[in-house]
């Protein structure tokens, strides 16, 4: 085997020789193995390094050869390696190969690769630009490298348009800094309300990012007695208004997660066809388009004995195009408000105890297929069910956090979160389900809570409680 005849001990050993070595040893190999073997573990390359020998290793018909090689130049540091890099990013047949090759001119950070990158950058492959972009950001402040960078602002690939925004987005101002809220922390008068009142209404009052996470299931288009619209356009307008809004209202780099599922609005007649609405994709395209980053998306599987049968006229004659599956899926989809930080960051935000306390347990669900039985409920005809807000509770929230749901109903998500040790703040313009969450709560509270009384109010009441 390849392991027993060369070792990384023997590689190490040849490189503490230097570069004359290293070379000399490759070209003794007789196999593809051996070569790349010792490309995979030269590590950190040995000053000074005269890679010369390196050049003919960009030849090989050993893709993976010459994927190590480009690697080795960018290490090397040595810029008499760009025009040979170039050509291969411009000519090699692999993509990978390209890719590395644009890599590599920027590792080696150097204005003699500035040419060689700015040609890249209209390349067809927008991986092969991005890397180009960011070889050409260690030279921001030059005048003619950010005028070409900020002629990408409207570049047709979306993810080019984000790095060039967030590399040349202003920055805000340290007066503003400082009357933003910490950000693992809430506003007082924002824990544990339900407010009688739209939606939109009551976010007008509202600092921006004050909430931590945001979880709601909208009302179903003309599916309820409480969800009636004009039209589809008229609904999918009043979501994306609030979307919108809990968007603004939302902490940088923190989640919404939205509950949907297509619906069939019933024919009016026999000689008409019942309408079939794609609520999650519809809202998808709305809520990517005003800033939200797509996450995930998580399948919400009930019991097939739990939905409404479609299935009956097919059981009985099987004939093609009559076809209707019983719908047992519904679409839990996770998004993200868009930042330039990373997860880390935000984590980092808050102290160690809180972290520890926030962790999540084992038994945790693994995939994103989560089986859940829905709830059922005399007043509400379309409920959350507890388990499917504990998870979401647990896995996009940290204790003490305030979490938010603009379509409160029976105020499952906010005795949830009480129990999870998090602040809640939830909307209902329903009077009757906001009547009903008053007199549940006050019997949770009594029984479970010991974390204050939840506030309830009218939209007069709670402008008065805000400072």
């Not at 070409?148 to 987005?169: C, F, G, M, P």
């Not at 008409?272 to 995930?296: N, Q, T």
Request: charged share 25%.
């Amino acid at each position: 085997m390849l392991t027993k005849s060369l070792t990384k001990a023997h590689v190490d050993a040849v490189k503490a020789q230097g570069s004359d070595a290293i070379g000399m040893f490759i070209e003794s190999q007789d196999d593809d193995r051996k070569t790349l073997f010792i490309l995979e573990n030269l590590g950190r390359l040995p000053k000074p390094f005269d890679g010369r020998w390196v050049f003919h290793l960009l030849k090989s018909d050993n893709k993976n050869i010459r994927l190590h090689a480009v690697k080795t130049l960018g290490k090397s540091g040595n810029v008499s390696g760009i025009e040979a890099l170039w050509h291969v990013a411009q000519h090699d047949e692999s993509t990978d190969v390209r890719r590395e090759a644009v890599s590599s001119l920027g590792r080696l950070r150097s204005i003699r690769a500035i040419d060689a990158l700015a040609a890249m950058v209209s390349d067809v492959d927008p991986k092969v630009v991005s890397q180009a972009i960011r070889g050409l950001l260690v030279f921001k402040g030059d005048r003619r490298v950010d005028s070409l960078l900020t002629s990408l602002r409207d570049h047709e690939n979306e993810t080019i348009q984000d790095i060039i925004k967030r590399a040349y987005a202003p920055s805000q101002s340290a007066s503003h800094d400082r009357g933003r809220q910490r950000h693992a922390h809430s506003h007082t008068y924002l824990r544990n309300v339900v407010v009688l009142g739209d939606v939109r209404s009551v976010l007008e009052h509202i600092e921006d990012e004050s909430f931590h996470l945001t979880f709601t299931s909208p009302p179903y288009y003309n599916a309820r007695d409480y969800a009636l619209y004009a039209s589809y356009k008229a609904y999918l307008s009043f979501l994306r208004d609030v979307f919108r809004a809990t968007y603004d209202k939302t902490k940088e780099g923190r989640f919404l997660i939205v509950n949907t599922s297509p619906v069939i609005v019933p024919r009016v007649s026999r000689q008409h066809a019942s309408k079939r609405y794609p609520i999650p994709f519809d809202v998808h395209a709305i809520l990517v388009g005003m800033g939200w980053e797509f996450i995930d998306d998580i399948i919400w599987v009930k019991p097939e004995a739990s939905v409404k049968n479609r299935n009956a006229g097919f059981l009985q004659h099987r004939k093609p195009l009559a076809y209707k599956p019983n719908p047992r899926t519904e679409y839990v989809m996770v998004y993200r408000k868009r930042t330039d930080k990373l997860i880390d960051w935000n984590i980092k935000q808050y102290g160690r105890e809180v972290i520890q306390a926030s962790k999540v347990r084992d038994g945790y669900e693994t995939s994103n297929l989560w089986q859940i039985d829905p709830t059922y409920d005399k007043v509400h005809s379309a409920v959350f069910p507890v388990a499917l807000c504990e998870r979401v509770i647990r896995y996009y929230s940290f204790a003490g956090d305030l979490v938010f749901d603009p379509f409160g109903g029976s105020g499952t998500f906010g005795r949830a979160a009480q129990a999870l040790g998090r602040y809640f703040f939830l909307t209902e313009k329903d009077g009757r389900y906001f009547d009903y969450m008053k007199s549940s709560m006050a019997k949770d509270e009594q029984t479970f809570f010991a974390q204050g009384k939840t506030r309830f109010c009218d939209m007069a009441q709670f402008k008065k409680l805000v400072p």
